[in-house]
């Protein structure tokens, strides 16, 4: 996806620019807890990838996910709240394995603007100081989703995104109109509200 491949070498270029040495290590995944959000587009661009380990995970993972979104995704506090129970629970993004990014050459551009250079530690959900990411990639993550957005716009005439697990478990049934795409989502609940899927 050229949109990744673009915030990679966006974020790069700032890190050495600033000599910047973020803290991220292999191994180290508490950022793959919390609700990560991504488009159509992504989610396409990562599900021919996904081995079939990853899909039964998502097959499991993807529905309740779906249905903590149904009963919260009007809730102000629910980012945080699914943080912590995941971490509670020891439930991650299903496409973590042994600690490592099962679809690292794929992931998201969300997770790609994640970096701290603290303390690992303080990205757990209850970490006393909790963990400043550094802002400059987050803020390139989100102009690149942008420019896939647009894109997704001009193929399809509509924007969808969601939840990672959630989205992918629905991709292959996801209309390619957009009243039947609102009407699905409707349908599951899970459209609109202040954390839910949105069609644009
Ligand atoms: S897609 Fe990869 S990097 Fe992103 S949350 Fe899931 S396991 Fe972590």
């Given at each position: 996806m050229r949109e990744a491949e673009r915030l990679d070498w966006d974020i790069a270029l700032y890190l050495e620019a600033k000599g910047v040495r973020p803290s991220c290590r292999a191994g180290c995944f508490y950022c793959c807890y919390p609700w990560v959000t991504l488009s159509r587009l992504e989610a396409e661009a990562i599900r021919p990838h996904l081995t079939p380990a990853q899909k039964e995970r998502v097959l499991r993972e993807g529905p309740r996910r779906l249905a903590l979104l149904r009963e919260?995704?009007?809730?102000?506090?629910f980012p945080g709240w699914f943080f912590q129970k995941a971490f509670q629970e020891g439930?991650?993004?299903?496409?973590?394995?042994e600690g490592l990014c099962g679809v690292y050459p794929h992931r998201p551009l969300a997770c790609r603007g994640v970096l701290t250079?603290?303390?690992?530690?303080?990205?757990?959900?209850?970490?006393?100081?909790?963990s400043a990411y550094l802002q400059p990639p987050l803020r390139m993550a989100r102009l690149r989703m942008e420019a896939l957005w647009e894109e997704e716009r001009a193929r399809y005439g509509f924007l969808v995104l969601g939840e990672v697990a959630g989205l992918l478990y629905l991709l292959e049934r996801l209309p390619k109109e957009k009243e039947e795409a609102v009407a699905l989502l409707e349908g599951l609940g899970v459209?609109?509200?202040?954390w839910g899927y949105q069609v644009v």
């Open positions: 919260r995704k009007d809730d102000p506090g439930t991650p993004c299903p496409l973590l394995e250079e603290s303390d690992p530690e303080r990205c757990r959900p209850d970490a006393p100081q909790p459209l609109g509200g202040r």
